[in-house]
């Protein structure tokens, strides 16, 4: 079974601009959810999504949003990049509900310049 | 409160048992879990344990899990170098969906 995959794994934006990333879970999985890691904040959640539902939010600004497509795919848009929000963009999915698994995908490195 | 604590650096000789700690603070948590993240890389997971459970073990994994001291253990058995990364403990809270709690990570040194 193929794992989580996430696109692109690289990016460079400059400040201002916004940012669309994309997760597809593991086949069968409708459970998204998705972390910043930075090295000065760690791993922090952002949010999570279940059958095209948003589940939970993290504490991140309004700048910050996310949606699941019917198909359980599900993307991430930063709105008006900052410095700051140069990270380490990591989904994990999970089968269900506050699933017991949740696998994680390799990342988007963003870096906001 | 939401809070996990590990301490940041452990360093072993190649062969011998490595012991990562954990402490949490949250009663309610349903699963705890260890993850393993290399240069460059996302998060392998490892191992999970529910929290009715006092230990699991797998091949050369061993995770032992006291509730009354919130304090969580991963012991690595005859440590690899290929071993050396950064661990990161993990809990859930099931009334919280899926949001996992992570602790600043251990990073792990096996040296020859």
Known sequence: K??????????????????????????????????????????????EYFSETQ???GNFPGRFSGRQFSNSRSEMNVSTLELGDSALYLCASSPGQG??????????????? | GEDVEQ??????????SSVINCTYTDSSSTYLYWY???????????TYIFSNMDMKQD???????????KHLSLRIADTQTGDSAIYF???????QGGKLIFGQGTELSVKP
């Open chain 1, 2 to 47: 193929a794992g989580v995959t996430q696109t692109p794994r690289y990016l460079i934006k400059t400040r201002g601009q916004q940012v669309t990333l994309s997760c597809s879970p593991i086949s069968g999985h409708r459970s998204v959810s998705w972390y910043q890691q930075t090295p000065g904040q760690g791993l922090q959640f952002l949010f």
């Open chain 1, 99 to 113: 699933g017991s698994e949740q696998y994680f995908g390799p990342g988007t490195r963003l870096t906001v310049t």
């Open chain 2, 7 to 16: 301490s940041l650096f452990l360093s072993v000789r190649e062969g011998d």
């Open chain 2, 89 to 95: 403990c993990a809990e859930i809270y099931y009334n």
């Open chain 2, 36 to 46: 393993k993240q290399e240069p460059g890389a996302g998060l392998q997971l490892l």
């Open chain 2, 59 to 69: 091949q050369r994994l061993t995770v032992l899990l006291n509730k009354k001291d």
């Open chain 1, 55 to 57: 589940r939970n939010k």
